[in-house]
C-alpha cells in the first residue's frame, strides 16, 4: 500500500480511464447483503508450525488479495461485487482495513459513516463498525475469511501518513479498548483472523532504511523508538475481546525485514508478515521466507504484500514512465518462489484494486485502470492456479528443499525455487524462463520412477512429458514459450492425479 507521501495524484495521462469510470458504472447486479453466513471454521496453526489449518484439521492454504480500502472506499453494490468475483476466482481471504489510511478517520464512507465521533477512539460510532461486521458475514456466506487490520500504521507511528496519531505509547489504554471492542464485534464470526503493523515497523532500533530513519527523524522521533508497547496493547484488546485465542499476523514496511527480526519471540504473534515491496524486480523473497522457516519455536510465514500487479516499478519520489510497470510475470516469479521456499501461502495484489480507483476515489501513485476492470487482470485470474497445484499433493507433509537444485538456483530473474513431500513422494520446482535449463539432484526423492509434467502457471494445464526411471542427477529444460513453468515429478507407483486437479487430503 502507498503513503500519503507517494501519491501520484490524477495526471493527463490517466484522466481518460477516469472520465470513461465516471460516465459507465459496471453492472452490479443482483446483488445480496443480507445473506446468512456460511459457519466457516477458524484457522489456527498446524502442529508442525509452518502451515495453516482450519480447526476441523484440513489444509488452508493462504490465497489473500489485497483490498485494504474496502470498508472505507466502497459502496455496499461495489464491495459485494469484490466479494462474488474473488470467491469466483478462488481466492481464500482477503486483506482489509478498519481504519484505513487515506482518511480513513476523519473521511466519510461512500456510505456516510465515520468510525469516531470527534476523532476520539474512546467514542465509537457503532453504525460504522455494523458496517464492518456485515462485510466479514457476506464475506462468510461467500466463503471467504477476512483478514482485518483494526488500524493502519500512520495512526501510530512513523514515519509518514495522514493521520492522525489516535494511539500512543502514553495512552495505551485507549488502543487496548479500541481492539477489545472491535474484538467483541467480531464475536461469533469465525471467518476472521487479525493483521497488526499496517507497512510499518515495529520499532526504529535496528531498522536498516536510512530514508525511513530520516523522515522519522525529521519528525522529532528519536532512533531508539520503540512502538512495540502499543502493538501489545492492540494485541491484548484482540485477545481480551475474542471468545477463541485469536490468530494474529504483523504487516512490516516495505522491503524491510521481516516481522520475525523484530517480533518473533512475542507470544501474541501467530504469524509472521513480510512485505517484499513494489521496488525492485526479483526481491529475494524466497531468502527471506527460508530465513523465517528455520526459527525456533517454529511459526508459519508468507508474503503479505509482493510487487502489485499494473505498480509503477519504483515511483518514489518521481516516476519515468519508461520504467513501466509490474506486470504479470513479475508477480507469478515473487508468488510461486515466496510458496516454494516455505510459505503458508502468499497475497496477491493489484494497484488499481488495493485503493479502489475509480472517478468517486480518485487514484493514487499512477495507477492505470479502474478497480473493477483490473479484478479481471491476468494474474488476478491465474492465482487460482497456484492453490490448485499445491492442494493437488498431500498438503502439510510438503517442505522447501533447495538441495533439489544441483547448483544454487540462481539469482534475480533466472531464480528457481523447489519444494517437495517430506518422504519424497513428489517434488515441485518453479522454473521462471522458458529454455531455461534445471539440473536435478533426485537422491532425496524415494524412487527414481517418475512422472514428469510441465505445470503451466497461466492456464492451470499440466502437460505429461512421461514415465521414466531416471539417474540420480537428472536435467530439464522448459518448453520454449511461457515464460515460466513448473516441473512436477511425482513417485509413479503412487497414483497421484495430474498436477492441479483433484485434492489430495492432507
Not at 500512520?154 to 496519531?165: F, H, I, M, R
Not at 510475470?329 to 501461502?345: M, N, P
Request: proline fraction near 7%; hydrophobic fraction near 35%; charged fraction near 25%.
Amino acid at each position: 500500500m502507498e503513503s500519503p507521501t507517494r501519491r501520484g495524484f490524477l495526471k493527463a495521462g490517466t484522466a481518460a480511464f477516469l472520465a470513461a469510470s465516471a460516465t459507465a458504472s459496471p453492472a452490479f447486479a443482483n446483488v445480496q447483503t443480507s445473506e446468512k453466513p456460511a459457519r466457516l471454521p477458524r484457522i489456527r496453526v498446524h502442529n508442525d508450525g509452518h502451515l495453516l489449518e482450519t480447526e476441523d484439521g484440513k489444509p488452508f492454504f493462504w490465497l489473500g488479495d489485497t483490498a485494504w480500502q474496502l470498508i472505507a472506499s466502497t459502496t455496499r453494490e461495489e464491495c459485494s461485487h469484490y466479494l462474488q468475483t474473488r470467491a469466483r476466482q478462488g481466492y481464500s481471504i482477503f486483506q482489509t482495513v478498519v481504519l484505513a489510511e487515506m482518511d480513513g478517520i476523519r473521511k466519510e464512507t461512500p456510505l456516510g459513516m465515520r468510525p469516531f465521533e470527534n476523532d476520539d477512539p474512546r467514542r465509537p460510532v457503532d453504525a460504522y463498525f455494523d458496517r464492518v461486521v456485515e462485510i466479514v458475514r457476506e464475506a462468510g456466506s461467500r466463503g471467504l475469511y477476512v483478514a482485518l487490520v483494526p488500524v493502519w500504521g500512520d495512526k501510530l507511528t512513523a514515519p509518514w501518513g495522514a493521520g492522525p496519531k489516535i494511539f500512543r505509547n502514553d495512552n495505551l489504554a485507549d488502543a487496548e479498548a479500541y481492539t477489545r471492542y472491535l474484538a467483541n464485534r467480531m464475536r461469533g464470526e469465525p471467518n476472521v483472523v487479525w493483521i497488526l503493523g499496517g507497512d510499518r515497523p515495529p520499532q526504529l532500533t535496528g531498522i536498516q532504511d536510512k530514508g525511513m530513519l530520516e523522515r522519522a527523524a525529521r519528525q522529532g522521533w528519536p532512533a531508539d523508538t520503540d512502538w512495540k508497547p502499543i502493538w501489545r496493547a492492540l494485541a491484548r484488546g484482540l485477545k481480551d475481546g475474542s471468545e477463541t485465542e485469536p490468530l494474529i499476523l504483523y504487516h512490516p514496511s516495505g522491503g524491510s525485514e521481516s516481522s520475525s527480526v523484530f517480533l518473533h519471540k512475542e507470544t501474541w504473534l501467530s504469524v509472521n508478515g513480510i512485505q517484499s515491496g513494489h521496488s525492485a524486480h526479483d526481491a529475494d523473497i524466497w531468502n527471506q521466507i527460508a530465513r523465517d522457516y528455520t526459527l525456533t519455536p517454529a511459526k508459519p510465514t508468507l508474503d503479505l504484500e509482493p510487487n502489485y500487479e499494473d505498480h509503477p516499478f519504483s515511483p518514489w519520489p518521481s516516476w519515468d514512465p519508461a520504467t513501466g510497470y509490474f506486470r504479470d510475470h513479475d508477480v507469478r516469479k515473487q508468488v510461486y518462489r515466496s510458496v516454494f521456499a516455505g510459505g503458508c501461502g502468499v497475497t496477491y495484489g493489484h494497484h488499481a484494486i488495493w485503493q479502489f480507483a475509480d472517478a468517486r476515489n480518485g487514484i493514487i501513485n499512477h495507477a492505470d485502470m479502474d478497480w473493477v476492470t483490473a479484478l479481471e487482470r491476468p494474474t488476478g485470474r491465474q492465482m487460482i492456479f497456484l492453490r490448485q497445484l499445491i492442494e493437488s499433493r498431500p498438503y502439510f507433509t510438503r517442505i522447501p528443499d533447495p538441495s533439489l537444485l544441483v547448483d544454487d538456483g540462481g539469482q534475480g530473474i533466472l531464480h528457481m525455487q523447489a519444494t517437495r513431500d517430506r518422504d519424497g513422494s513428489f517434488a515441485m520446482i518453479y522454473i521462471p524462463m522458458h529454455d531455461q535449463e534445471v539440473r536435478l539432484n533426485l537422491a532425496k526423492l524415494r524412487t527414481r520412477h517418475l512422472r514428469a509434467w510441465w505445470y503451466d502457471t497461466r492456464t492451470g494445464f499440466a502437460k505429461p512429458i512421461g514415465v521414466e526411471t531416471y539417474s540420480e542427477q537428472a536435467n530439464f529444460k522448459t518448453p520454449p514459450y511461457g515464460p515460466d513453468w513448473v516441473l512436477v515429478l511425482d513417485d509413479a507407483d503412487v497414483g497421484y492425479g495430474v498436477p492441479g486437479i483433484g485434492l489430495v487430503k492432507g
